[in-house]
């Protein structure tokens, strides 16, 4: 039932999306989502405030599933959301920011596509007195001001898949790190890894490789890496679609029986990818909980009660034992 709500969400979301391009899209009804009070139905009074949303993308189950429960938050608030999808492109997501402050919002949730870049944007919403919150990923522009950050312990998930790759290959062994540095919450994940990785001199990083969390980028990425480290030992993925992108790399060289992969995320094909073997482990992230908290955050803020700057979500470990007593990978 959990991954059937995950995948209505994800088509809803996506289809909504969708329509005009995923972005500057606006809407007065959100199918399962907090534009209404009934299943969609108009909403029957004036919503208590009005927030723009903009995910990185559709394309994540992830960023999806984070939305849904924003909206499923923002109804106990009667909290009426403009939801866009940035697609992961910086002047995408600008344009999105620009038509929020137009609109006049009374606050903005984004995942910024870049922590640096989108800073200017965040300005500008900064300059009309219009308070933005981060979910997932940080802003990183030092000028740029954010009332409350709420994201995965993305360091602590880093140290996690280190100790677990340092647990599997018995301390000593050679690692690739499959990365996607522009963005804050991964950068803390590497960062992490390299806490635990670092100190243990049996353990070698033979180089980080760009991949965009992307599967395409990273199954290329992984190949690239193959050709030039044949006795590679393990991959440390920065997200579930680059664990795959990866595995499919080591199937294509007939290798997926030597070298490991530890991802991030859990979604649903992390999972199963942990069930049917093609990924060793994966780090637990609660998207859920993100998308509740920030929208709570919104609440505190709007109702002049104190917020945390930064509220972090713990991580833990998926392996193949949890993936055996998943009811939602039943049948797979």
């Known amino acids: ?21 995923c972005s500057q899209q606006t809407t007065e009804s959100i199918p399962g ?7 969609g139905d108009e909403v029957s009074e ?10 990185l993308t559709t394309t994540n189950p992830f960023f999806v599933q984070l939305a849904a429960a924003m909206d499923e938050e923002a109804k106990k608030h ?9 697609d992961t492109k910086v002047a995408t997501q600008t344009d999105q920011i620009n038509e929020f402050i137009t609109q006049q919002v009374d606050a903005i949730v984004l995942c910024p596509c870049d922590s640096k870049l989108m800073g200017p944007a965040i300005m500008k919403a900064n300059e009309v007195g219009i308070p933005v919150f981060t979910a997932d990923i940080a802003n990183l522009h030092e000028q740029a001001k954010v009332a409350c950050h709420v994201a995965t312990d993305n ?16 301390g000593n062994g050679k690692v690739a790190i499959l990365d996607y540095p522009e963005v804050e919450s991964v950068l803390l994940r590497t960062q992490g890894f390299h806490e635990v990785v670092d100190k243990l001199p049996g353990i070698e990083i ?5 991949c965009g969390g992307d599967e395409v980028m990273s199954f290329n990425a992984a190949q690239e890496v193959l050709q030039a480290h044949d006795d590679l030992d393990a991959f440390f993925a920065i997200n579930d679609p680059t664990g795959i992108g990866a595995a499919t ?44 908290k920030a929208i709570e955050a919104v609440a505190r803020y709007m109702n002049a009660e104190d917020v945390e700057k930064e509220l972090l979500i713990p991580c833990t470990v998926y392996r193949k034992a949890d993936a055996d007593v998943d009811p939602t990978l039943e049948g797979k």
Not at 206 to 210: A, D, F, N, S
């Open 1 to 21: 039932m959990r991954r059937m709500t995950y995948l209505l969400s994800f088509l809803a979301l996506a289809l909504l999306l969708s329509s005009n391009g």
């Open 33 to 39: 989502g907090a534009a209404s009070s009934n299943g």
């Open 46 to 55: 004036k919503p208590a405030a009005v927030i723009g949303v903009s995910i």
């Open 78 to 86: 009667n909290f009426r959301l403009i939801h866009t999808s940035a």
């Open 155 to 170: 360091y602590g998930g880093g140290k996690l898949a280190g100790e677990t790759i340092a647990e599997l290959l018995g």
């Open 206 to 210: 033979v180089g980080t490789w760009p």
């Open 249 to 292: 790399a080591l199937e294509k060289a007939g290798k997926a029986d030597r070298i490991e992969i530890v991802s991030f995320d859990a979604q649903p094909i992390g999972r199963e990818a942990v069930k049917q073997g093609r990924i060793h482990a994966t780090i637990v992230q609660y998207p859920e909980q993100i998308g509740q």
